[in-house]
Every structure is written in structure tokens, then in C-alpha cells.
T-cell receptor, first 115, second 115 residues
Framework: DAEITQSPRHKITETGRQVTLACHQT?????MFWYRQDLGHGLRLIHY???????NKGEVSDGYSVSRSNTEDLPLTLESAASSQTSVYFC??????????????FGPGTRLTVL | AQSVAQPEDQVNVAEGNPLTVKCTYS??????LFWYVQYPNRGLQFLLK??????LVKGSYGFEAEFNKSQTSFHLKKPSALVSDSALYFC?????????????FGTGTSLTVIP
């Protein structure tokens, strides 16, 4: 079955370190998204991609970057981790398909703690 | 700007009673509306969506939602709640006139079904 996976599931790092969170989907979806989930804020969009070599900034992109070298993967990099980036991170993907109303499929999440 | 509001952080309902989780939306054009459920330590799972047509949408696990354009609402409902329905519920909207496939999520409503 097709799926979307994230690794690691849990990560503890120190302030100032570079961290990369992996996201891999086997749906063959063109669209991929990164969100962070914080209490009281719901899900907020960090970055998104509509295809290989395409990346776009979301609502809360400062301090994060992504790259899309193939259809399956969209790694999220925290250039210099800050305590404010302690959060749960979700990757999602969706099909372009024949319409623009396709639901997004979510990975299981990565819990990141920055000390 | 596109947005959704979930006015209740917490909803408690007795097992067997009907449940309602509220959502109101604000978009510049016609909305595409979605409900997701999140169980502890899991990613979001798609429940149902409204694109066009019948205002009552049926989804997974016996859930349904009613689209009300005049009240700009899309409330999630279930005739008889189960303890296993206890989870975090998110409403999301996509503006059909927006470029791309960006979703805007509410802050979530925690549903507790009391045995």
C-alpha cells in the first residue's frame, strides 16, 4: 500500500545545530507539504512543493528550508535550530489529479525538541 | 484571507448521544472544506470533504458534515458517539481561487466521549 513516512519519529537536538527531517511518500503525488503543530495554533504551513525543483514558502518559513530533487522526498532542514522550533512536524502529500480539491495525506509526525 | 475557526477547544459528549463539532469558514470565493481526525501520537486522517452539491456530506466512521453557505459553517456530526471517537478534530478550508493546493487549518477541537 502507498504511504507517507517520516524519520526520525523523535529527535532531541541543541540550539544552533542543523537538523534535517525526512519525508518520503510512495503515492507518487506531485504536491508535498510541511506543517508544524503547536498547541493553540493548529497546523501551520512551513513550506510546500508542487513538483520536482519547485519549492514555496508557507506561513512560518523563517529558519526552515526544503529541497525537492525527486517526486518521493521533501526533506525539511532547520538551518540553526532554536527553542522556538520545538514542535511536532507533519509532512503531507496530495495528488494534482483532475481537480484542485484533493485531500492531503499525512505522515505520522516527528516530535522535535530543541534544548 | 482564507481561514477557519473552531470555536470550541473541548467538546464532551456521553457515549450513544449525538455529537457536533463546530467549524466556520472565511474565504474570498467558494470553499472546499475538509474534516480530519487525529488520534494520539498519530498523523491526521481524512474524514470527509465538501466540494459542491448536496449540503450533507457523509464520510468515514459514520461521520457526516453539513455545509451551510448562509452561516458559513461546516459542522461535523455523528448520530451516536462512540468512546473510540475520542480524538482531536481539525477543520480545513481551501479557497478554490487560491493558487496551488494550500489548506488552512483550524486550531482543533478535542472530543471526549464519556462512557
Amino acid at each position: 500500500d502507498a504511504e507517507i513516512t517520516q524519520s526520525p519519529r523523535h529527535k532531541i537536538t541543541e540550539t544552533g545545530r542543523q537538523v534535517t527531517l525526512a519525508c518520503h511518500q510512495t503515492w507518487n503525488h506531485n504536491n508535498m507539504f510541511w506543517y508544524r503543530q503547536d498547541l493553540g495554533h493548529g497546523l501551520r504551513l512551513i513550506h510546500y512543493s508542487y513538483g520536482v525543483q519547485d519549492t514555496n514558502k508557507g506561513e512560518v518559513s523563517d529558519g526552515y528550508s526544503v529541497s525537492r530533487s525527486n517526486t518521493e522526498d521533501l526533506p525539511l532542514t532547520l538551518e540553526s535550530a532554536a527553542s522556538s522550533q520545538t514542535s511536532v512536524y507533519f509532512c503531507a502529500s496530495s495528488d494534482t489529479g483532475t481537480g484542485t480539491y484533493n485531500e492531503q495525506f499525512f505522515g505520522p509526525g516527528t516530535r522535535l525538541t530543541v534544548l | 484571507a482564507q481561514s477557519v475557526a473552531q470555536p470550541e477547544d473541548q467538546v464532551n459528549v456521553a457515549e450513544g448521544n449525538p455529537l457536533t463539532v463546530k467549524c466556520t469558514y472565511s474565504v474570498s470565493g467558494n470553499p472546499y472544506l475538509f474534516w480530519y481526525v487525529q488520534y494520539p501520537n498519530r498523523g491526521l486522517q481524512f474524514l470527509l470533504k465538501y466540494i459542491t452539491g448536496d449540503n450533507l456530506v457523509k464520510g468515514s466512521y459514520g461521520f457526516e458534515a453539513e455545509f451551510n453557505k448562509s452561516q458559513t459553517s461546516f459542522h461535523l456530526k455523528k448520530p451516536s458517539a462512540l468512546v473510540s471517537d475520542s480524538a482531536l478534530y481539525f477543520c480545513a478550508v481551501r479557497d478554490i481561487w487560491a493558487t496551488g493546493n494550500q489548506f488552512y487549518f483550524g486550531t482543533g477541537t478535542s472530543l471526549t466521549v464519556i462512557p
